[in-house]
């Protein structure tokens, strides 16, 4: 019964916006600590933002000032408002949960990010012109 969807990638252009959606089922997205990731073609999966379940929210240093996450309990889905899109911001971005612990902060400042415990299967971001 557990499952994360992600939705809302596409392609934009450098300087452009786009908002991600994560649609949980089977747990309460504000119960949990959900996170952004992201992963580019030949480099590791890094964190981007963390929501906690007392709506703490955190970031990553490269995207501080230009992505906000947020969630709306009533639909159970954690969105990423993602502003001022570089072309580095290339990726496939993932959405995951963490039942207990401290993985997803940790993954901001290049930490493992594999200890989350449940992973959506990603969506495309393409920043170019």
């Known amino acids: 019964q557990l499952e994360l969807v992600e939705s809302g990638g596409g392609l934009v252009q450098p300087g452009g916006s786009l908002r991600l959606s994560c649609a949980a089922s089977g747990f309460g997205v504000d119960i949990y600590t959900v996170g952004w990731f992201r992963q580019a073609p030949g480099k590791e999966r890094e964190g981007v933002s963390c929501?906690?379940?007392?709506?703490?929210?955190m970031y990553a240093d490269s995207v501080k000032g230009r992505f906000t996450i947020s969630r709306d309990n009533a639909k159970n889905t954690v969105y990423l408002q993602m502003t001022s899109l570089k072309p580095e911001d290339t990726a496939v971005y993932y959405c995951?949960?963490?039942?207990?612990?401290?993985?997803?902060?940790?993954?901001?400042?290049?930490?493992?990010?594999?200890?989350?415990?449940?992973w959506g299967k990603g969506t495309q971001v393409t920043v170019s012109s």
């Open positions: 995951a949960v963490e039942w207990y612990g401290s993985t997803c902060i940790h993954s901001l400042g290049n930490g493992p990010v594999y200890g989350m415990d449940y």
């Open positions: 929501i906690s379940s007392s709506s703490s929210t």
